[in-house]
RNA sequence: GCGGGGGUGCCCGAGCCAGGUCAAAGGGGUCGGGCUGAGGACCCGAUGGCGUAGGCCUGCGUGGGUUCAAAUCCCACCCCCCGCACCA
């Protein structure tokens, strides 16, 4: 079925499931149940999920997050905790603004995209060209969704990241930050649209490409007899070494340009681009690239005069359209030279001899010759420097086993300056010796690049390494330089080790994340902190910057804990001066004094620090495992920076993504499902319990049709046990042994749900409520074989809706009422699983049957009897004794013959030798047996085999469909039991003939194994 | 490259951290049966191989190792996916 077409409620269980959460949650709603307010007695709950950014339609890929939330946020209520969960609005940056911008426009794709996949009606879209219009109604669509989910989300404390007050309280962050020392001004690269005068980003360019950075090192080659410098664009600055000549296009525009005070010889693309990134560039004059050829320039690493050649293959697009020749190392150099080198005239003409071209060998790398260029353009068969494709191939191997295997020569020293005077000489040739002959190519790259630059013979240009990338508006993006960019110094180790402080002691789930926040902390450098244009708040000392979208979304969680009441006593976000902001978040300052300075009323100041101490910190913070490296790792850089260790946050939940029938949602797929649709199509708490159910924390989530009717069927049949449950009439007499056992493992379920709650595995807990319990219920009326329920299964029912209200609210709302729940279940109390309720021998009892039903099954799969009596011939109580002390002994881990030896002395003298044979088979039958089983069978001081098969006499006649069931003691069964059999049985392994019923003992068609 | 995640039966996917009811949950598909005029939906059963007695053999990326016992622990290797910054 094609799920992403689907707008109708796939069946009447659907429809009847999305109505019953419309009732419910209205009546939530009008008795306010998740509206916490502060309860000093009471231990809160403080949750968090990443709020939204309202620039489309929210999908189910979106509510993965939020339902986890919820679903834990509701566990905690019911457990007893006052639960605080608010949610609000991301309206800070620059998507929102490109995306009414390009409504705006009229852009046919989008406005498709908006219509015909996000279900956003027609009507609605020319008003989505105001970028505040268009974050206004997604912000309504996500918040609509939200509550259609019936998330408990107290609602009165909602707000947006433009909303003043808030405004304000990012001005104190920002202030307090500066005050540390976190910020720091510096430049800084970004992809920029000369037209719009703009830096672009991902969303601001055609086909959504990111524009990749990447850096030149710029080595400088002064034309001899000059002041003209030709600056060598490279990514190997430690190739210099061998550079035999330089190479230009000789059909390129060259241009000497003015830059920064030095005068540079470069291509007319390349001086344009170089405006954006030096301070100052001016264009002197053209030159014809051709009459340069054949003069000389001087490599400043070692004071060679190397010729200027033409050559192809040179991009004049690419960096500045000069490039440096090093023909033992770089296969475009080899094959160009090669090129040349067929023209012997040419290269006369030019005064060159091809003697002084001759590859030199710079770096040793193993599978190579001394000259690596030349072996793999042989290699790979390169005929010219025009076949690019080949010599890109060769120039990335040959340049990826250089930079991994690769040694600088030692001799490379013999190239630096020989003709100076050696006094001189030593002097220069020092650094090369120490820091790059003989070093790893990484090593020896780092030290050219800052040699050189000390030198005052190196620069550096940024360049698209994707190019070409096109503005929306059709300009080639190039890299700009911001100057007096402010960044946030996270690469301040001081900041560095209090964060990893707080990744080691708070609770991250799942645990593997951990190790990853710690790698991301070591990593992180600067980051900067705000943008020339965006929504946002500007930067509080320099207003022409706006704070950026990540850094302004850290703390935001404390603003939920006091906007509600903030915003309800009236107050003028003006008077939310920095005073206000230490007072109420950190306690500091005299309230009289801040009262008299902000004009906020003392009472409400005294008020509002006591609900963000109360609140305060986030006890469970969650998001989608994408903001691991950014958001997550920033809120808590940013917390360690400004709040005391008290309000640290406690906990930080990261969950994957949402797939959709196996694949990813993408626009380009057209394949996303908006929320609010899958809400009407399957119903909100199928949405929640697939969301849940599908895919444990860190997994991917694959959302299927398939699997979203698996689960209405599952609620659908949950539905018909509680309705029958309701109407029936009760068993009033005493405890039958189904009775016990249902009783019994009801007490490990709510033990294994409560804990996979505890620990977030949702998976766990909703396989457990959707699948396995109602498969209990099942076997318990087997087990009753028709007789009349307990009240043990009201008490089973009551604990497993509850327990389901977590994952499907509105469904389980509607079972406890028509059970008969008092209030709402949301707000009832978690079941609590008690130890004196558990019966091992009704849990072992049935364990046994239901292996001795196996071991039936498997011989009446084998044996061709048509109405079998099955025979059990068990092992004696006065045996028991072997099988507890036998798994006492595995689960203490001891070996089999110590075991034995152990047991030994409880055993009547004459009866040791069998019982010595007995043990053995037991230690070896027990072996694979589950610790729990083996637990169970230690703790039972005596067990009567042959009288608990007895109680589940017709339970294995039913299971097994044999017409007769005799059970007998070992040492009674005579010779209905071969022996091999009898003495091969052991306790819980009982002997088991088949026979043909109907016929007498003496001739019974019984097949014996061999 | 650095960092993270992962390779399981026809497919998807659990299990692995705490080794043993693991020939390996659950779903899908397929096959058989029930139901039905037929189908759909639904229900039951089967779904590595061998076996007329509860068993054996082969198996969890590849190759080694530890152990009475390995999908699970250790070592090496191969392969796949994601992130790497100013973007929310």
New binding site residues.
């Given amino acids: 079925m094609e799920i992403a077409k689907q707008r109708k409620p796939v069946n009447e269980f659907a429809a009847w499931l999305f109505d019953i959460a419309s009732k419910w949650q209205k009546e939530w709603s009008s008795a306010h149940i998740f509206e916490p307010r502060v309860e000093p007695e009471k231990p809160k709950f403080f949750i968090t999920a990443a709020f939204p950014?309202p620039n489309s339609p929210p999908h189910i890929g979106h509510a993965r997050t939020y339902t986890i939330a919820d679903a834990y946020a509701r566990f905690k209520r019911m457990q007893g905790f006052n639960v605080l969960f608010p949610m609000g609005f991301?309206y800070?940056?620059?998507?929102i603004l490109t995306m009414a911008e390009a409504v705006a426009n009229g852009d046919k794709q989008l406005i498709d995209l908006f219509i015909e996949v996000y279900d956003v009606p027609p009507e609605v879209i020319p008003k989505l060209g105001d970028p505040l219009a268009l974050a206004r109604y997604f912000h309504n669509e996500a918040k609509q969704a939200m509550k259609e989910m019936g998330y408990s989300i107290d609602w009165r404390r909602e707000f947006t990241t433009i909303d003043p007050d808030f405004q304000k309280m990012i001005t104190w962050q920002f202030l307090r930050l500066k005050a540390k020392g976190y910020l720091v001004q510096g430049t800084?690269p970004?992809?920029w649209c000369p037209k719009h005068n703009m830096?672009v980003?991902?969303?601001d360019t055609k086909g959504d490409v990111?524009p990749e950075?990447g850096e030149f090192v710029l080595i400088l080659f002064r034309l001899e007899g000059s002041d003209v410098y030709l600056p060598a664009a490279t990514l190997r600055p430690e190739t210099v070494f061998g550079v035999t000549n330089i190479w230009l296009n000789p059909e390129a525009e060259y241009v000497i340009a003015e830059v920064d005070g030095s005068k540079w010889l470069v291509s007319a693309k390349a001086a344009y681009k170089l405006g954006f990134q030096k301070l100052n560039v001016k264009v002197i004059e053209k030159i014809d690239a051709r009459s340069l050829m054949g003069k000389r320039v001087v490599n400043p690493a070692t004071g060679e005069k190397v010729p200027i050649l033409p050559a192809s293959f040179v991009d004049e697009s690419t960096a500045t359209g000069v490039v440096m020749s090093v023909p033992a190392h770089a296969p475009y150099d080899y094959a160009a030279l090669r090129d040349l080198l067929q023209n012997p005239e040419e290269l006369k003409k030019l005064g060159v001899d091809p003697e002084e071209l001759r590859p030199r060998p710079l770096i040793r790398v193993k599978g190579f010759s001394e000259i690596p260029a030349r072996d793999i353009v042989e290699q790979l068969g390169v005929k010219a420097q025009e076949d690019r494709s080949l010599l890109d191939e060769a120039t990335k191997k040959l340049y990826s086993s250089e930079y991994?295997y690769g040694y600088m020569r030692d001799d490379i020293i013999e190239y630096v300056y020989r003709d100076s005077p050696s006094d001189v000489r030593r002097f220069i040739v020092a650094p090369v010796k120490a820091w790059i002959a003989g070093r790893s190519v990484p090593e020896a790259r780092e030290a050219t690049r800052a040699w050189l630059e000390a030198l005052g013979y190196a620069d550096k240009m940024y360049e698209i390494l994707n190019k070409p990338v096109y503005c929306r508006c059709g300009t080639e993006v190039v890299v700009k330089i911001l100057h007096d960019q402010w960044f946030l110094k996270y690469s301040d180790p001081e900041w560095k080790a209090k964060a990893k402080e707080l990744v080691l002691t708070m609770r991250i789930l799942p645990?593997?994340m951990r190790?990853?926040f710690l790698?991301v902390i070591d990593?992180?450098?600067?980051?900067?902190a705000a943008?020339t244009r965006?929504l946002g708040t500007p930067l509080p000392w320099d207003p022409s910057w706006v704070i950026?979208?990540?850094s302004d979304s850290t703390i935001y969680m404390a603003f939920y804990t006091i906007n509600y009441k903030l915003r309800q006593a009236g107050i003028d976000p003006e008077k939310l001066k920095p005073v206000f902001w230490d007072y109420v978040y950190l306690g500091k300052g005299d309230v009289e004094e801040v009262s008299k300075e902000t004009g906020v009323p003392v009472k409400l100041l005294k008020e509002l620090r006591r609900e963000f101490d109360y609140w305060y910190p986030v006890d469970s913070r969650h998001s989608g495992r994408?903001?691991v490296?950014?958001?997550l790792t920033f809120f808590i850089f940013n917390h360690v920076a400004i709040f005391p260790r008290d309000k640290w946050p406690r906990q930080i939940v990261v969950n994957g993504f949402v797939l959709l029938q196996?694949k990813k949602m993408s626009k380009s797929l057209r394949n996303i499902i908006p929320l609010r649709r899958a809400i009407r199509v399957y119903g909100p708490d199928t949405v929640r319990a697939v969301l849940l159910s599908a895919?444990?924390l860190?997994?991917d989530v694959?959302f299927t049709h398939?699997?979203a009717?698996?689960v209405m069927?599952q609620l659908r049949s949950i539905k018909g046990i509680v309705e029958d449950v309701a109407k029936t009439e009760l068993h009033g007499g005493a405890e039958r042994l189904a009775d016990r056992w249902l009783r019994s493992i009801l007490q490990d379920r709510i033990e294994a749900v409560t804990n996979a709650f505890e620990n977030l595995r949702l998976r766990t807990a909703s396989?457990i409520l959707l699948?396995e319990m109602p498969k209990d219920v099942k076997k318990y009326f087997t087990l009753l074989g028709g007789g009349k329920p307990g009240s043990v299964l009201k008490d089973y029912i009551s604990a497993w809706i509850r327990m389901l209200a977590p994952i499907v609210p509105h469904f389980a709302e509607e079972m406890w009422r028509i059970l008969g729940g008092e209030g709402f279940v949301s707000t009832a109390a978690w079941p609590v699983p008690h130890a004196d309720m558990r019966d091992p021998f009704a849990e072992l009892t049935v364990?046994y049957a239901d292996?001795?039903v196996e071991?039936i099954k498997?011989?009446l799969?084998?044996?061709?009897i048509s109405r079998p009596r099955v025979i059990i011939a068990v092992s004696k109580p006065s045996h028991w004794v072997l099988a507890s002390a036998v798994a006492r002994g595995q689960l203490d881990?001891k070996a089999m013959k110590e075991v034995i030896r152990s047991i030994m002395p409880l055993i009547p003298r004459e009866e040791r030798k069998e019982a010595a044979f007995k043990a053995r088979k037991l230690y070896e039958a027990l072996?694979?047996?589950?610790r729990?089983?083996k637990a169970l069978i230690a703790s039972m001081k005596e067990f009567d085999e042959k009288k608990a098969l007895e109680e589940l006499k017709d339970y294995i006649k039913t299971l097994t469909g044999a017409e007769e069931i005799v059970i007998v003691y070992l040492d009674e069964a005579g010779d209905k039991v071969p022996r091999q059999?009898a003495r091969?049985?052991v306790p819980l392994?009982?002997?088991?003939?088949?026979?043909e019923a109907g016929s007498s003992d003496g001739d019974s068609r019984?097949?014996h194994?061999?």
């Fill in positions: 950014y991301h800070t940056g620059t998507p800084h970004v992809g830096p980003g991902m969303h990111e950075i991994h645990e593997e190790r990853e790698n990593w992180l450098q600067m980051r900067a943008r965006g950026e979208s990540l994408d903001l490296p950014n958001h196996g895919a444990e860190l997994q694959d398939e699997v009717l698996s069927s396989i699948y364990y292996r001795v071991d498997e011989i799969k084998l044996a061709k881990r072996m694979p047996v589950d729990d089983v059999k091969a049985a392994r009982p002997a088991i003939v088949i026979e019984q097949a194994g061999s």
